[in-house]
């Protein structure tokens, strides 16, 4: 167990519609990341916040944002949803905003778009 | 940007054997690269990493080496056991950016 968690685990919904996922680092922790896993993209960057502001960015498309609150948490919103957005979400956390910070994974969100 | 190219795609070893991944990288100013295993259901779990100011790192059954000149990297599992089966990743990233690349992911089986 990582101490990084993820709600929810499992996600069904329609495309067009929007969802949220919602990420707690570890105890400690102040910097979050966010990862899409896909079979034909690999594990993929998305974005970065450390204390509250973004870090850093990678391919996360527009359609996508997310935020860090003052408790540390973060939620990664999709909206517009396709297809091709069905994917593992991963969030990771780190101590500190890196790079070359160890980087702890949590359990990741199944995300599946009908 | 970075491109990171992962071999092989799958691995079958005994178990006892050892089994080595391959990972190369393009971006010379890449500085640090961890190895991730994720096991079924599970999120990555970095097992080991090395950084580029050194060649070679061991813990106990793992080992990663790293070729600056060549750029390329390797994880070397030793007496390998059933457990050690999963999905292995490489990555790699530099100082300044923290966007890293990870590779395409080597499925690792151990028959017992």
């Known amino acids: 167990d990582s101490g990084v968690t993820q709600t929810p685990k499992h996600l069904i919904t329609a495309t067009g519609q929007r969802v949220t996922l919602r990420c707690s680092p570890r105890s400690g922790d102040l910097s979050v990341y966010w990862y899409q896993q896909s079979l034909d993209q690999g594990l993929q960057f998305l974005i970065q916040y450390y204390n509250g502001e973004e870090r850093a960015k990678g391919n996360i498309l527009e359609r996508f944002s997310a935020q860090q609150f003052p408790d540390l948490h973060s939620e990664l919103n999709l909206s517009s949803l396709e297809l091709g957005d069905s994917a593992l979400y991963f969030c990771a956390s780190s101590e500190s905003p890196g790079p070359g910070e160890t980087q702890y994974f949590g359990p990741g969100t199944r995300l599946l778009v009908l | 940007g970075e491109n990171v190219e992962q071999h092989p795609s799958t691995l079958s070893v005994q178990e006892g054997d050892s089994a080595v991944i391959k990972c190369t990288y393009s971006?010379?100013?890449?500085?640090?690269f961890p190895w991730y295993k994720q096991e079924l259901g599970k999120g990555p779990q970095l097992i080991i990493d090395i950084r580029s100011n050194v060649g070679e790192k061991k813990d106990q059954r793992i080992a990663v080496t790293l070729n600056k000149t060549a750029k390329h990297f390797s994880l070397h599992i030793t007496e390998t056991q059933p457990e050690d089966s999963a999905v292995y990743f490489c990555a790699a990233t530099r100082n300044n950016n923290n966007d890293m690349r990870f590779g395409a992911g080597t499925r690792l089986t151990v028959k017992p």
């Open positions: 971006d010379s100013a890449s500085n640090y």
